[in-house]
């Protein structure tokens, strides 16, 4: 049973509007989440992290909302760039400094269309 | 600094053989962990080194074993290679806190 699901396999946007990336969780445990970027042949890179203690973080044009009720969060990217193409993982811990904690996602593939 | 190398990138190999896959962290950094990514999953944490010394595992079977070496490079070796070992396994370096990942060995097991 997977405890981070990224629903939406694949999305595309058009250039300059927003994109809305999707997460739900089931371990009511986790309390630290991240968002990491991955192109094709390219190991995935760290994006922008959330504490549970907040519900709203915000790098650029990348925002992480967290909506800890619904164990819920989304990645908004504003506004959406062609170079923005590529797969997000989502991911949550129970413990901020310790990755075998950190559970991924499968990833959402995020086409943005010039 | 130059970042995370893996090799080989990719790799084809048949059922029942083994395979040896490595890692170079960044300079400087002692810690290295090891993930599987197979299609429609995440990346799947198999262990991680500090030091030489392994420091956490993940759920994976004794056929997956690593190790690392006093410079910091570190080994994945697969033994008993089975069809659903074909995957993208990542590796990535860390300190302070931040992961550096590299691109991937793409594994394919025939």
């Known amino acids: 049973d997977q405890q981070v699901k990224q629903n939406s396999p694949s999305l595309s946007v058009q250039e300059g509007r927003i994109s809305i990336l999707n997460c739900d969780y089931t371990?009511?445990?986790?309390?630290?989440f991240l968002w990491y970027k991955k192109y094709p042949a390219e190991g995935p890179t760290f994006l922008i992290s959330i504490s549970s203690i907040k519900d709203k973080n915000e790098d650029g044009r990348f925002t992480v909302f967290l909506n800890k009720s619904a164990k819920h969060l989304s990645l908004h990217i504003v506004p959406s760039q062609p170079g923005d193409s590529a797969v997000y993982f989502c991911?949550?811990?129970?413990?901020?400094?310790?990755?075998?904690?950190?559970?991924f996602g499968p990833g959402t593939s995020l086409s943005v269309i010039p | 600094k130059a970042g995370v190398t893996q090799t080989p990138r990719y790799l084809i190999k048949t059922r029942g053989q083994q395979v040896t896959l490595s890692c170079s962290p960044i300079?400087?950094?002692?810690?290295v962990s090891w993930y599987q990514q197979t299609p429609g999953q995440g990346l799947q944490f198999l262990f991680e080194y500090f030091s030489e010394t392994q420091r956490n595992k993940g759920n994976f079977p004794g056929r997956f074993s690593g190790r690392q070496f006093s410079n910091s490079r570190s080994e994945m070796n697969v033994s008993t290679l089975e069809l659903g070992d074909s995957a993208l396994y990542l590796c990535?370096?860390?300190?302070?806190?931040?992961?550096?990942f590299g691109p991937g060995t793409r594994l394919t097991v025939l």
């Open positions: 300079s400087g950094h002692r810690s």
């Open positions: 991911a949550a811990s129970t413990q901020k400094t310790s990755y075998d904690k950190v559970i």
């Open positions: 371990n009511s445990m986790f309390d630290y």
């Open positions: 990535a370096s860390s300190s302070a806190n931040k992961q550096f």
